[in-house]
């Protein structure tokens, strides 16, 4: 039925004014075009959000029970954590829901929420990840000073102002971005609702919306991703000048994790901005599918992997639970 009615848009759509969905709705295709594919799909999303949410709540979990991760460095991992929650609950269970039930409808009003709950912990976690590289910074460059300068309060302010800046943020632009008038049919070839596929959805003049979210996109992504450089930077600086290699891997070994999971996120973000979306030789609608799963949903499913593997502090909490865990069950 999906196939159909996504047919009977198409072949309506050249300049018509025509709603396929009910008026207020939106018809997210997403990987619905793919039916053989509809159970291994749902079981591979449904593995992928249990591993994203027990990962990401054992650290909240090991950083809250252990007095040994009560440091501003673990207090920012938990948050980080929290973030990636948060982060994936806004795209998986719609997800997973949609392949259990083939309902691929959502509502404007629920395609705008989703909207500015994705891009606010996105924007979040870039200031979060640039307060990390800040504290890592001040630990490996700054160590007589770290702990005057990176008190509790300090690491509060900064924890609160990273989750509140993206809130703003994103409210500011889903606002403008409700305002507009969308044609149909109402197809967004995505699996989630996305800026860029809803944006090209709409029949109004986008030019504010396009030039107000690329100049917040520019300052709110570029800027701390170049914060976070520019602190790795001279955090490497700072190791090199450590004429000890015993002291080089112990202090590279205290941020490798880090700059791990930075890697993985700018890294997937940055081959989304890159692909230009007007040449069809190098962008199609399944490629720029792969990429936002990329950006979307991996980051959040691989981050406590690598900071788990990575970390020995982690290991050794994470052993004292399961041995606490043991006794209980004793």
Request: proline share 5%; hydrophobic share 50%; glycine share 4%.
């Given at each position: 039925?999906?196939?159909?009615?996504?047919?009977?848009?198409?072949?309506?759509?050249?300049?018509?004014?025509?709603?396929?969905?009910?008026?207020?709705?939106?018809?997210?295709?997403?990987?619905?075009?793919?039916?053989?594919?509809?159970?291994?799909?749902?079981?591979?999303?449904?593995?992928?959000?249990?591993?994203?949410?027990?990962?990401?709540?054992?650290?909240?979990?090991?950083?809250?029970?252990?007095?040994?991760?009560?440091?501003?460095?673990?207090?920012?991992?938990?948050?980080?954590?929290?973030?990636?929650?948060?982060?994936?609950?806004?795209?998986?269970?719609?997800?997973?829901?949609?392949?259990?039930?083939?309902?691929?409808?959502?509502?404007?009003?629920?395609?705008?929420?989703?909207?500015?709950?994705?891009?606010?912990?996105?924007?979040?976690?870039?200031?979060?990840?640039?307060?990390?590289?800040?504290?890592?910074?001040?630990?490996?460059?700054?160590?007589?000073?770290?702990?005057?300068?990176?008190?509790?309060?300090?690491?509060?302010?900064?924890?609160?102002?990273?989750?509140?800046?993206?809130?703003?943020?994103?409210?500011?632009?889903?606002?403008?971005?409700?305002?507009?008038?969308?044609?149909?049919?109402?197809?967004?070839?995505?699996?989630?609702?996305?800026?860029?596929?809803?944006?090209?959805?709409?029949?109004?003049?986008?030019?504010?919306?396009?030039?107000?979210?690329?100049?917040?996109?520019?300052?709110?992504?570029?800027?701390?991703?170049?914060?976070?450089?520019?602190?790795?930077?001279?955090?490497?600086?700072?190791?090199?000048?450590?004429?000890?290699?015993?002291?080089?891997?112990?202090?590279?070994?205290?941020?490798?994790?880090?700059?791990?999971?930075?890697?993985?996120?700018y890294g997937t973000l940055i081959v989304v901005y890159l692909i230009p979306r007007t040449s069809p030789s190098i962008s199609s609608p399944a490629l720029d599918l792969v990429v936002a799963v990329l950006?979307?949903?991996?980051?959040?499913?691989?981050?406590?992997?690598?900071?788990?593997?990575?970390?020995?502090?982690?290991?050794?909490?994470?052993?004292?639970?399961?041995?606490?865990?043991?006794?209980?069950?004793?």
């Amino acid at each position: 039925f999906m196939e159909s009615l996504l047919a009977l848009c198409h072949d309506l759509g050249g300049g018509l004014m025509v709603n396929c969905t009910s008026p207020m709705d939106f018809l997210l295709l997403g990987m619905g075009h793919v039916l053989i594919l509809q159970t291994p799909l749902f079981l591979l999303s449904l593995m992928i959000y249990l591993v994203t949410m027990v990962g990401n709540i054992l650290i909240v979990v090991l950083v809250v029970a252990d007095q040994h991760l009560h440091t501003p460095m673990y207090f920012f991992l938990g948050n980080l954590s929290s973030l990636e929650t948060c982060y994936s609950s806004t795209i998986l269970p719609r997800l997973l829901a949609s392949f259990l039930t083939g309902d691929r409808t959502i509502s404007a009003h629920g395609c705008i929420t989703q909207l500015h709950f994705f891009g606010s912990f996105a924007i979040s976690e870039c200031y979060l990840l640039a307060m990390m590289s800040y504290d890592r910074y001040l630990a490996i460059c700054q160590p007589l000073l770290y702990a005057s300068l990176m008190t509790w309060k300090v690491s509060l302010q900064l924890a609160a102002a990273s989750w509140l800046v993206g809130f703003l943020i994103t409210t500011l632009v889903t606002s403008f971005l409700s305002r507009l008038n969308f044609c149909g049919p109402k197809v967004i070839d995505h699996f989630f609702c996305d800026f860029i596929p809803l944006l090209e959805l709409a029949c109004d003049d986008t030019r504010v919306v396009t030039i107000l979210s690329f100049i917040l996109c520019f300052l709110n992504l570029v800027f701390p991703f170049l914060f976070t450089l520019a602190s790795y930077v001279c955090i490497i600086a700072a190791i090199l000048r450590i004429p000890s290699s015993v002291g080089r891997q112990k202090a590279f070994s205290t941020c490798s994790s880090h700059l791990t999971v930075v890697t993985v996120f700018y890294g997937t973000l940055i081959v989304v901005y890159l692909i230009p979306r007007t040449s069809p030789s190098i962008s199609s609608p399944a490629l720029d599918l792969v990429v936002a799963v990329l950006y979307s949903v991996v980051p959040p499913a691989v981050n406590p992997l690598i900071y788990s593997m990575r970390n020995k502090e982690l290991k050794e909490a994470l052993k004292k639970l399961m041995q606490w865990v043991q006794g209980q069950c004793q």
